[in-house]
Nanobody, 123 residues
Framework: QVQLVESGGGLVQAGGSLRLSCAAS????????MAWFRQAPGKEREFVAH????????VYADSVKGRFTISRDNAKNTVYLQMNSLKPDDTAIYYC????????????????WGQGTQVTVSS
């Protein structure tokens, strides 16, 4: 079992930055692909970014490419999402997830989810 707890959300003006954290507890964290998804009101949960076990490979949704950076620190069992140049369209609840099978852009393969953290970007 892996337990995930997100933090770092908040209210920020357009153009600002936030750094989200996802702290994991439980076994074998460093063997999982970790990802960030987000869900806006009335919309489905969508893929944002994922990172492999070593941190050497990252994949991003087109909507955040060049603005967001996913990273992980296996010694701290933590995954991060640095969000820069935020836009009102980035407003959503952000969730981290853990998976060990593909396809990693699909929310259906994620076995573990955190409770989410709210990000609100004002215009």
């Amino acid at each position: 079992q892996v337990q995930l707890v997100e933090s770092g959300g908040g209210l920020v003006q357009a153009g600002g930055s936030l750094r989200l954290s996802c702290a994991a507890s439980g076994r074998a964290f460093n063997t999982y692909i970790m990802a960030w998804f987000r869900q806006a009101p009335g919309k489905e949960r969508e893929f944002v970014a994922h990172i492999n076990w070593s941190g050497s490979n990252t994949v991003y949704a087109d909507s955040v490419k060049g603005r967001f950076t996913i990273s992980r620190d296996n010694a701290k069992n933590t995954v991060y999402l640095q969000m820069n140049s935020l836009k009102p369209d980035d407003t959503a609840i952000y969730y981290c997830g853990g998976a060990n099978r593909a396809p990693y852009k699909s929310r259906g393969v994620y076995d573990y989810w955190g409770q989410g953290t709210q990000v609100t970007v004002s215009s």
